[in-house]
């Protein structure tokens, strides 16, 4: 198990980790955490843009907490899938909708 982010406080906490498993072991270790209290959301495997929606005006950039999405000079938008943490926020920045995830 990978941890990609956290936020913790004195009282609270929430991280987004990694579990490189599938299938039933998946299945078994969100029930640990569950049964540990931790309440648990399965992020999206994947986020894409859609080019052809998109119109390249930048308001999913800034929102990133891991700079995974950058603007070209030619201000073209582009998502290095490798540094995204599935966080989502992306999605709701986008004004015309051209970012999902599945």
Same mark, same amino acid.
């Given at each position: 198990?990978?941890?990609? /982010? @956290?936020?913790?406080?004195?009282?609270?906490? =929430?991280?987004?980790?990694?579990?490189?498993? @599938?299938?039933?072991?998946?299945? =078994?270790? &969100?029930?640990?955490? =569950?049964?540990?209290?931790?309440?648990?959301?399965?992020?999206?495997?994947?986020?894409? &843009?859609? +080019?052809?929606?998109? +119109? $390249?005006?930048? #308001?999913?950039?800034?929102? *990133?907490?891991?700079? @995974? +999405?950058?603007?070209? $000079?030619?201000?073209?938008?582009?998502?290095? /899938? #490798?540094?995204? &943490?599935?966080?989502?926020? *992306?999605?709701? @920045?986008?004004?015309?909708?051209?970012?999902? $995830?599945?």
């Amino acid at each position: 198990m990978n941890i990609l /982010e @956290a936020r913790v406080t004195a009282t609270t906490g =929430e991280m987004v980790v990694d579990v490189p498993i @599938a299938g039933k072991q998946l299945d =078994e270790t &969100i029930s640990l955490f =569950e049964e540990a209290g931790v309440a648990v959301n399965k992020i999206p495997a994947t986020v894409k &843009i859609d +080019i052809d929606k998109c +119109i $390249s005006c930048g #308001a999913c950039v800034s929102p *990133c907490p891991v700079q @995974a +999405i950058k603007q070209h $000079s030619d201000w073209s938008v582009e998502l290095d /899938e #490798a540094k995204c &943490i599935r966080c989502l926020l *992306c999605i709701d @920045a986008c004004p015309v909708r051209a970012i999902t $995830s599945t």
